[in-house]
């Protein structure tokens, strides 16, 4: 088991840099991408920031399932020093997969949201490109940047 100067296990260090990072990034991306949803012109200045909020508690809870799913397929105990960027990958690849299916259930058959025309989407998934960046461009990020900081 890899242990950080101060005693502490690293999986406990990452797992809280991984969370923070992840809530504050997905934070800044909910309110960034929401002019591509149509609650941008429909709804209220609160009630855009109780979805923003809201679906940033559904991002950390995406990402922490995601990454608890691929310590489960990818890890070991000795991890983060081995199977790091096994694990960084199946992360990325379950909060994908999630997304894409939680975008098609709540566009598609629940009509819980609806892009605006401004979102790009992904020709044959029917997906916008934003949700989806943002989950290939947030854990990347931060699982590059902590294994930055610990210089793996």
């Not at 909020?53 to 489960?72: P, V």
Request: glycine share 8%.
């Amino acid at each position: 088991m890899l242990i950080l100067n101060n005693g502490q296990s690293a999986w406990l260090s990452f797992l809280r840099r991984y969370i923070a990072l992840m809530a504050l990034g997905n934070l800044a991306w909910e309110f960034a991408h929401m002019p591509l949803y149509t609650l941008w012109e429909t709804g209220t200045p609160r009630e855009i920031a109780f979805a923003a909020i809201h679906c940033t508690g559904g991002d950390i809870l995406i990402a922490l399932a995601a990454l608890i799913a691929a310590l489960f397929l990818f890890g070991n105990g000795f991890w983060p020093a081995q199977t790091y960027r096994r694990v960084a990958v199946a992360t990325i690849a379950i909060g994908l997969a999630y997304t894409l299916f939680s975008e098609w259930l709540n566009i598609e058959i629940r009509a819980a949201w609806a892009y605006r025309d401004l979102m790009p989407v992904i020709p044959v998934l029917d997906t916008g490109l934003s949700p989806v960046a943002q989950w290939i461009v947030l854990p990347g990020l931060a699982f590059w940047w902590i294994a930055r900081v610990w210089g793996k």
